[in-house]
Each structure stands twice: as C-alpha cells, then as structure tokens.
T-cell receptor, first 115, second 113 residues
C-alpha cells in the first residue's frame, strides 16, 4: 500500500533532550512537509522540502531542524531550543512543483510529550 | 492566500445531508478551494477541491457560488464516521504557493445517531 508512515505514534522525552521524529513516504512525491498542531488549533507549518537536499523554513521553524537526504524520508528533529515542544506533529507529502494543484497526503501523526 | 471563515461547530443527524459552509470573500481568480477533514487524533484527509465549477467525488460535493466568495461542502448521507473537524482552505495554483495551505480552526461536525 502506498502512503506515509510516521513513527512512533506516541513519544515521551525529558526536557532538554533532542528528539527526532520519523517520516517516510512511498508515494514518489517530491514535496514533503512538517506541521505542528496544538489542542483546538489549526496546523502550522514548520519546514517543507520541495526536492532532495533542499528545504525551507515554514512559519514556526525556530527550535526545529530537518534533513532531506532521500526522496522518501524527511525526519524532523525537535531540539532543546524549542520552548514548547509538546504537540501533535504531522508529516505530509505532495506531488510538488510539477502539479498545478497540490493535494497533500498526511501521515497518522506523532504525539510528542516533553516531561 | 485568501482567508476563510467557517462556523465553529455543526450537528447533523445520521443519514441526512451535512452542509458545511465556508466564506472566502477575498478569494482571487486563480485560487482553488480545498476541503480536508481531520478525525480526532489522526492526520487530515483530503476530501475535494474546486476552482469555479461544482465538483463531486465519492466522498462529497462542493458547491461554489458564482461570485466565488463562498462555498458549501455537502456530505449527502452523513454517517457516524463522518464526525470530524472540516477545514476549508483556499490556495493559489502557482508552484510558488506549493507550501501554503493556511489552516484555520475548521468546523467541528458531530453526526448524531
């Protein structure tokens, strides 16, 4: 089955520790995205990548880092510099630049709790 | 990208049509209207999108007014599994807007037995 996987579904970390969230897609999509969602809020864009080895900051990139070494993978690191890291993190992908419209496909999400 | 306004919540009886409105009065000519939904604690799911004409797929119908300032998502026979938050988003068709889906708070739809 084609799709996006995120692991783990729930993640607990101590304050001050960096943590990396996994996102993998087998849809052959060029573009990938990371969003953050807080309770009762809409999604906010953290980082996005339109092509391998390239990525851009979204609206709330401070305290986060990403890499895009492979088309299929777009891991997100939540660093100790992120002041409020506890949230629901969503990864998405889309066809990218070659598509004039841009349906995004989402993974199931990772709920990160920092204790 | 144009902003959208949606009611905070709606109720619908199971088996009846659910009509979810969205206002996007500042939409420009090349901006599409997208609808996604998010079931609790899951990732959002694409439903449908349109530019000017009404659209229908296996999930829903999208009715866009002639002036494009508002639209309605119709779930023709709502089931309990349609209980979710529904997001209406407008975005441009240009590649430069690739990243920009601006998410509001959506409409929380409760389908009741």
């Amino acid at each position: 089955d084609g799709g996006i996987t995120q692991s783990p579904k729930y993640l607990f970390r101590k304050e001050g520790q960096n943590v990396t969230l996994s996102c993998e897609q087998n849809l052959n999509h060029d573009a990938m995205y990371w969003y953050r969602q807080d309770p009762g809020q809409g999604l906010r864009l953290i980082y996005y990548s339109q092509i391998v080895n390239d990525f851009q900051k979204g609206d709330i990139a401070e305290g986060y880092s990403v890499s895009r070494e492979k088309k299929e993978s777009f891991p997100l690191t939540v660093t100790s510099a992120q002041k409020n890291p506890t949230a629901f993190y969503l990864c998405a992908s889309s066809l990218g630049l070659q598509s004039s419209y841009n349906e995004q496909f989402f993974g199931p999400g990772t709920r990160l709790t920092v204790l | 990208d144009a902003k959208t306004t949606q009611p905070t919540s709606m109720d619908c009886a199971e088996g009846r049509a659910a009509n979810l409105p969205c206002n996007h009065s500042t939409i420009s000519g090349n901006e599409y209207v997208y609808w996604y939904r998010q079931i609790h604690s899951q990732g959002p799911q694409y439903i449908i999108h349109g530019l000017k004409n009404n659209e229908t797929n296996e999930m829903a119908s999208l009715i866009i007014t002639e002036d494009r300032k508002s639209s309605t998502l119709i779930l023709p026979h709502a089931t309990l599994r349609d209980t979710a938050v529904y997001y209406c988003i407008v975005r441009g068709a240009n590649a430069g807007n690739n990243r920009k889906l601006i998410w509001g708070l959506g409409t929380s739809l409760a389908v009741n037995p």
